[in-house]
C-alpha cells in the first residue's frame, strides 16, 4: 500500500516572507508558480531562535524543488518577486 501527501502548505499572492509555520519534518516539495525574476527559498529558523536559514536552492521562476526537512518553524522567502503562489507539500514514502 502507497502512502499519500498527509501535510501541505499553500501560499497565494506573497512578496515577502511568510509568517512562520511548523512542518512535522521528512521529506517535502517546495512548488513555485513564479511571474518573476526573482528566486523563492524554504527558509527554517535556527537553534538561536531568531535567524532564518535557508534550507533549499533557490528556486527562479516555475518550479520544484525538493528537501528533507527537520521538524521545526519554517516560512517561505520570496526575493525579487512581485507576486508568488507557493505551496510545501510532504513527499510519500
Known amino acids: 500500500m502507497s502512502a499519500t501527501a498527509t501535510e ?3 501560499f497565494s499572492s506573497i512578496s515577502a516572507p511568510t509568517a512562520p ?4 519534518g521528512g521529506k517535502y516539495a ?5 511571474a518573476g525574476a526573482g528566486t523563492v527559498d524554504i ?6 531562535g531568531a535567524t532564518w536559514l535557508d534550507v533549499s536552492s533557490n528556486i527562479t521562476g516555475n518550479g ?7 521538524p521545526g518553524q ?3 522567502n520570496p526575493s525579487g518577486v512581485a507576486s508568488i503562489t507557493a ?3 510532504s513527499v510519500p514514502t
Open 8 to 10: 501541505s502548505k499553500k
Open 64 to 70: 520544484i524543488g525538493t528537501a528533507d526537512l527537520p
Open 74 to 76: 519554517y516560512r517561505i
Open 21 to 24: 509555520f511548523t512542518l512535522k
Open 43 to 48: 527558509q527554517v529558523l535556527g537553534p538561536d
Open 87 to 89: 505551496a510545501i507539500t
Open 30 to 34: 517546495l512548488t513555485v508558480v513564479n
